[in-house]
């Protein structure tokens, strides 16, 4: 499966606190949806949040009912850590200085993501982000 987007914790503490910028990227993103079907053709979900951003954005945010909101939208799912296992992840935390950070690295690096919603581009280094 391919996402359009992978969010990191910022970005899912930022939904939470309903951001406006995060749910207008969001609703471009759901406008895109087409639920799947067997020979359908439809688009599956399009966004992919890491379970480790959730965990670490669930630490800081006031609601959050607002985290299964945003698992619960028909476009999004909780994935686990992505792409090359552990040894990849702990590498990646290393560089980034968290897991969640890295998993939304290695979603876009592995090619099973295409950008990273975020609100620090910067620490991504030449990956494709949307900065919030």
Not at 67 to 90: E, K, Q, S
Request: glycine residues 12%.
């Amino acid at each position: 499966m391919t996402y359009h987007l992978v969010l990191d914790a910022t970005a899912v503490a930022a939904y939470a606190a309903e951001s406006i910028h995060v749910g207008e990227v969001l609703a471009e993103v759901g406008d895109e949806y087409r639920p799947s079907d067997p020979g359908d053709g439809g688009t599956g979900p399009l966004v992919c949040v890491p379970v480790p951003a959730a965990i670490v954005a669930a630490l800081y945010v006031a609601d959050q009912d607002r985290i299964d909101i945003l698992l619960g939208l028909p476009y999004v799912v909780g994935t686990p850590i992505l792409a090359g296992g552990w040894r990849r992840a702990v590498t990646a935390t290393q560089l980034l200085g968290s897991l969640d950070r890295a998993c939304a690295a290695l979603a876009v690096d592995s090619s099973r993501a295409g950008m990273i919603l975020t609100a620090e581009p910067e620490v991504y280094g030449g990956l494709d982000t949307i900065g919030i």
